[in-house]
């Protein structure tokens, strides 16, 4: 699991971010933490066990890397390319996700809990175990992905495209959902009510 290194202030207990010694609330220049953030990405084809939480990412092409570990969770990603990329124990919670591109991932055992995703689109991607439980998504696509075993629990969906998907054991219970469509999805094969949750 994730281990990240500590903050290096006495007591604050939150991970480390991206390469530095602190936090980014203890960060002594937030400025030149987040531009160093987007350097290291930018510059590595794979990144460990790093926090980039709650970091301002934008405009960056991360297309084709490898994340293990890493937590983005409190971040805000506006336009960041993910295209080809492979995630396993990413952590996005709390994310506001807006147009960015995660198609074509390889996603594993990754969480989107309470994350806020507009326009972005996860089509033709592998997106296995992956929760997006609580999260807000609106304009965006899912369309030719695989998506076994991934969770969409008291999620709210508007204007969602979920067309040609595998939904195999799929947990399709959103709070809320507005002109979603899962046409050629095998919708069956999903749970969609409580009555009929795997145990
Ligand atoms: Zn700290």
Do not use: W
Not at 17 to 33: I, K, M, N, Q
Not at 40 to 67: C, I, M, P, V
Not at 119 to 144: P, Q, R
Request: proline share 2%; with cysteine.
């Amino acid at each position: 699991m994730q281990c990240f290194v500590p903050c290096a202030v006495d007591g604050c207990g939150k991970p480390a971010f991206a390469s530095g010694d602190t936090c980014l609330d203890h960060a002594p220049d937030r400025e030149a933490a987040l531009a160093a953030a987007s350097a290291l990405l930018e510059s590595s084809d794979s990144a460990r066990d790093l926090s980039f939480a709650g970091a301002a990412l934008e405009g960056l092409n991360l297309s084709g890397r490898r994340f293990y570990a890493c937590s983005f969770m409190g971040a805000s990603l506006r336009s960041v390319l993910f295209t080809n990329s492979i995630f396993r124990l990413c952590f996005f919670d709390g994310a506001l996700i807006d147009s960015c591109d995660f198609s074509r991932i390889d996603a594993q055992f990754c969480s989107f809990g309470g994350a806020t995703i507009s326009n972005v689109s996860f089509e033709n991607s592998e997106l296995l175990h992956v929760s997006f439980g609580g999260a807000a998504i609106s304009d965006s696509t899912f369309n030719k992905s695989n998506l076994y075993d991934s969770r969409f629990i008291r999620s709210v969906l508007k204007n969602v495209d979920i067309v040609d998907c595998d939904l195999k054991r799929v947990y399709m219970l959103p709070l809320k959902q507005d002109n979603v469509s899962y046409k050629y999805s095998n919708t069956m094969e999903a749970v969609r009510d409580l009555e009929h949750l795997y145990l």
